[in-house]
């Protein structure tokens, strides 16, 4: 097995899993030492593996050796009195299969327990995005950065002060009450947001789409659902969002890995099963008088779903939840995202009179999305030169080769559209 085989299948979906598994046994001060075991784990795995194969239960394997990797570094800290008395027999049984995954009354899931502890209000929000995303769902620095609209810089000292706050005043994560449970439960649904994200418009240079962090982020959201902590609306909301999004997921790629736009797609390679378990969580998160930015992203998903064509999508309707998006969740995302709808419905002045005499943060004219925008709609209303100076600036900013690609192709000749 090659490193690049062991990140797509195992460090993914083990990385998070292990550091949660083991921070619970030893606590969230000895974070940072759990992270370490897990990464020293893997590369022990990469060694061993390509040379003996597989073993037959290789998260059973990772587990054990990053459990005696961890406990050694502890012993070697501490000595072993102090971490054996604080573990009382929790360190002394067997590692080999992990501890158990089922809690009476609490989250049926070590990862997303940890979550809600990485989520404490009691750190910023930026910082607990950043621990949530590194920590748990295997993210670099520079995907943080990207994700979160920030420099690797701020990411680095987000992380810093997140981990100092766990190491001071660690939480037990057997006994977070609902009331701490509700008041992060806002933050751990953004980051299964982020996460979801991340797969579906990968930041990675070389992987235009993860499908198994799109997959990750649904299980997780999932249990939260299906739990009476996060049995909300909301949750259904973003569950919906999730399933419609991941049900065209085939269909945004070309046979050699390039991403598509929506209008070039063969919805006949749609999921329409996935589009009809997605409709059915919109529909349950219509209970009640909760209308969430997840409410309107969904609502977005589902007109592109339904329609039978591009050109016959409802672009009157995905304006309105463009609308209520930004009333839900005001940003200049939103704003320019209902530019490009409104541009759909309307025509391309129409939609640049939604951003004309508007100046947007630097966070967003910064990036590749702003100056991509930009030079579509000038482009279409025969602006050839301020086009292609934003053109210019949206291929220099572009994050990896695939969506360079796509610019290429989308911003080539944009006065015929």
């Known amino acids: 097995m090659t490193l690049p085989e062991l990140s797509k299948h195992f460090f993914r979906h083990e990385y998070g899993r292990l550091v949660a598994s083991l921070s619970r046994r030893v606590g969230l001060q000895h974070l940072e030492a759990a992270e370490d075991a897990v990464q020293c784990a893997l590369m022990k795995a990469v060694e061993a593996w390509t040379t003996t194969g597989k073993p037959s239960n290789p998260s059973a394997w990772l587990y054990r050796v990053a459990y005696n990797e961890l406990l050694g570094e502890l012993r070697r800290r501490t000595g072993r009195r102090r971490i054996l008395e604080r573990s009382a027999g929790e360190l002394t049984g067997d590692p080999a299969e992990g501890p158990s995954a089922s809690f009476a009354g609490e989250m049926q899931d070590d990862l997303l327990r940890m979550l809600f502890a990485c989520c404490d209000d009691a750190i910023p929000e930026e910082s607990q995005m950043a621990l949530a995303l590194k920590t748990l769902c295997g993210f670099s620095s520079q995907e943080i950065a990207y994700r979160l609209f920030t420099s690797e ?70 249990i939260l659902a299906n739990h009476p902590v996060g049995e909300t ?49 919109l529909e349950r998160s219509a209970q009640g008088d909760v209308f969430s930015r997840y409410h309107a992203e969904a609502g977005i998903a589902a007109e592109h779903c339904l329609a039978p064509s591009f050109q016959e999508t409802r672009w009157g309707k995905v304006v309105e939840c463009y609308e209520l998006l930004e009333q839900a969740a005001p940003s200049a ?85």
């Open 333 to 417: 995302l939103h704003r320019m995202n209902r530019a490009v709808a409104v541009a759909e419905w309307q025509g391309p002045a129409s939609g640049l009179s939604i951003l004309d005499d508007f100046v947007p943060p630097t966070w967003l004219a910064g990036s590749y999305l702003w100056a991509a925008v930009l030079a579509d709609l000038h482009g279409r209303c025969g602006n050839a030169q301020v086009a292609q100076s934003y053109r210019d600036k949206a291929l220099e900013a572009a994050p990896t080769p695939a969506v360079r690609e796509l610019l290429e192709r989308r911003l080539a000749d944009t006065s015929t559209r």
């Open 153 to 222: 810089a701020n990411v680095y000292k987000r992380l810093s002060r997140a981990r100092s706050r766990l190491r001071k005043n660690p939480p037990l994560l057997d006994e977070l009450t609902g009331d701490e449970y509700s008041a992060r439960l806002p933050a751990v649904k953004k980051t299964l947001y982020l996460l979801f994200t991340e797969g579906y418009l990968s930041s990675h240079a070389r992987m235009a789409t993860r499908r198994e962090l799109c997959e990750e982020a649904i299980r997780l959201t999932s």
């Open 233 to 281: 609306p909301e949750t259904f909301a973003l569950l919906a969002l999730m399933h419609l999004h991941l049900a065209r997921m085939t269909a945004r790629q070309d046979h050699t890995g390039g991403l598509l736009l929506l209008e070039e797609q063969d919805r006949t390679l749609w999921d329409h099963h996935g589009i009809h378990i997605g409709l059915k969580w």
